[in-house]
Every structure is written in structure tokens, then in C-alpha cells.
């Protein structure tokens, strides 16, 4: 299955590794491999992930890696990442729609 990555998460990937390079540039480094890596498995188990709670969608669901959320949804033929930011931010209907 297809994975893309929608720009906006795409940023968040960047913007979250910047800030986490400030203090620990290896970690942030790390961080950002085991985001894409844990993505990755997605093209085999798409439904891996848990559904999110607070849209209640079977197609948008949630991996949790640490502090953060990646935000997908399952298409027929596609996984769209949606949305990378911390489990501690609530989520805009804006930035799942896709």
C-alpha cells in the first residue's frame, strides 16, 4: 500500500526534530527514524493503528510513538498521514480532512 505524507505532517516531523535537536541533536535524530520506520509498517498493517477517539472514524487512526501521535488515514489503495504533533495538543478538524 501507498504512504504519503501530507505537507503540513511533513512539518511537524521537521519542526518537532528541530526543537528536540536543541538539547539532544542524536535523539532527535532517532526520533524522527523511528517515526518514518514505524509508518513504514503501515503499508502492511494499515489498521495497526488504534482508531482516534475524539473523531470516532474507522478510517482515521493513530500511532503512538512516545509523546507523539501520527495521525493517518486509511484509503483504499493509500495510508495519508495526516498530523504529527504531541499527544498533549488536541486535534483541529481542519487537519484531518483529506
Known sequence: MKITWSPLAVDQVRDIAT????????????????????????????????????????????????????????KPKEILVLVVKSYRQQLKENEIKA
Not at 20 to 28: G, Q
Not at 43 to 66: A, K, T
Request: charged share 30%; aromatic share 8%; no cysteine.
Open 19 to 74: 526543537y528536540i535537536s536543541l538539547d539532544k541533536p542524536a535523539i532527535a535524530v532517532k526520533w524522527a527514524e523511528k517515526i518514518f520506520n514505524s509508518v513504514e509498517l503501515l503499508s502492511e498493517h494499515p489498521e495497526s493503528g488504534r482508531v482516534v477517539s475524539e473523531i470516532n472514524r474507522i478510517e482515521i487512526r493513530e500511532l503512538v510513538q512516545g509523546n507523539y501521535r501520527v495521525i493517518y488515514k486509511v
